[in-house]
């Protein structure tokens, strides 16, 4: 059995007793249904769930979640976060010596790969968050986006077990589910993606009582912000990240950002530099261990993650450029055009199909998938497109097909 590193087991365990020792009888999450499970239940449960293999697989609801990360933590023993609609990508390689927490991930290469991080690293994003958002006065994180996603992940049930921040449930990501779940709590903060900022803000959601809200995983355009502030009175955070690094710079102004490119100011211990090729190169503590495989452009590891993304450097304020990978981002969700054209290809029988992505004219949802095959446009109706798709998740599914002339 591989084993998270001595050290990094004993600093989360002391974390971990003295949340416990300090916030026992308080909520650590609030569930939909309007009942709590406090710290020291779900230290109970989490410790007597003791690992039996190499690896604890995190999958399902922010309770599985929450309960599987601390049991894994606890013991030492190496937890993979897969999305609860996806099937586990076994790791290409053995988890190196430390290894905490592995993530499955698309990225800016366009490639599903699995990465690796220890507690240090998991920590320092962490605590960076919670320190320059001042997280433990915005009450309870609301976890309406998924926790299986580095977004997610760290701003919700990551801070309830580094820092004992209370996580707050949302099963659907929709209006009444969310409104449900906010209108228990005098103070929440409310982690979003634009797509879904959008839906909230045509909604019926109120606010009210939301002292923090952030956006990140896809640009956030000038005109969502100020229909937030406008209709609502409310200011959205634009946060920039990558699942490699962790969280690199955010909005932190209390106004309307003037341009859209805008990425907002560096997170305090974050160093950037680009390559010749206008690249942004991390240089953080929360940069991970590397990939279970690696390409030949990857510069990942040793403290510096080399993204995919073309950054202009304005001091310490970071304006983007574009995205030079391959990857699909769409409303947020990253997708793997090698899967998508792999899936096309098996339900249709064809032996070549080539998929892009390419600007949505929706910008909320940044981009549509885009299948070229070679077939006449003609043949390309909606029996071959119901035939072709019957493998793809629905955001898998293209908006545009392209056949020969």
């Known amino acids: 059995m591989v084993y998270a590193s001595p050290q990094g087991l004993q600093m989360f365990g002391e974390r971990w007793d003295r949340i416990v020792a300090e916030r026992g009888a308080q909520a650590a999450l609030y569930l939909a249904d309007g009942r709590a499970i406090t710290f020291h239940q779900l230290d ?111 701003m919700t049930v990551l801070q309830t077990l580094f820092n004992g921040v ?13 409104m449900e779940a906010m209108r228990h709590h005098p103070r929440v903060f409310l982690p979003g993606v634009p797509a879904l900022w959008k839906a909230w803000l045509m909604g019926d959601v109120r606010f009210d009582n939301v002292s923090l809200a952030i956006s990140a995983g896809a640009p956030l355009t000038p005109a969502l912000e100020r229909m937030a502030m406008e209709n609502h009175g409310l200011k959205l955070h634009n946060l920039y990240g990558a699942s490699e690094c962790g969280a690199v710079s955010w909005d932190e102004t209390p106004g309307l950002r003037a341009d859209g490119s805008d990425l907002g100011t560096l997170l305090p211990g974050v160093q950037v530099q680009t390559d010749a090729a206008g690249r942004l190169i991390v240089i953080s503590s929360s940069v991970g261990l590397g990939y279970d495989e690696s390409l030949p452009e990857d510069r990942y590891g040793a403290g510096s993650f080399t993204t995919s993304d073309q950054i202009e450097l304005q001091g310490d304020r970071l304006r983007f450029q574009q995205c030079i990978g391959a990857g699909i981002n769409v409303a947020g969700r990253k997708l793997s055009p090698g899967e998508i054209a792999e899936k096309i290809m098996r339900a249709a029988q064809f032996d070549r199909v080539n998929i892009y992505g390419a600007r949505s004219r929706d910008p909320e949802r940044c981009q549509d998938i885009v299948a070229e095959v070679g077939l006449p446009q003609a043949e390309i109706d909606g029996l071959f497109k119901i035939r072709a798709c019957s493998l793809l998740a629905p955001w898998e599914v293209p908006r545009k097909w392209i056949g020969k002339p």
């Open 44 to 154: 109970a449960e989490a410790r007597a769930a003791r690992p039996t293999g190499d690896y604890v697989l995190v999958q399902g609801e922010v309770p599985q979640i929450l309960r599987q990360l601390l049991a894994g933590f606890l013991h030492g023993v190496p937890v993979q976060l897969v999305e609860k609609d996806r099937d586990r990508r076994i790791p290409g390689c053995p988890p190196p010596a430390g290894t905490a927490l592995i993530k499955q991930a698309v990225g800016g290469s366009g490639v599903r790969r699995c990465q690796f991080f220890t507690f240090d690293q998991i920590a320092a994003d962490v605590d960076r968050l919670h320190a320059a958002l001042d997280l433990g006065s915005r009450g309870a994180g609301v976890a309406a986006i998924s926790c299986a996603h580095s977004f997610g992940l760290t």
């Open 166 to 178: 209370p996580t707050c449930f949302a099963p659907q990501p929709f209006a009444q589910p969310l």
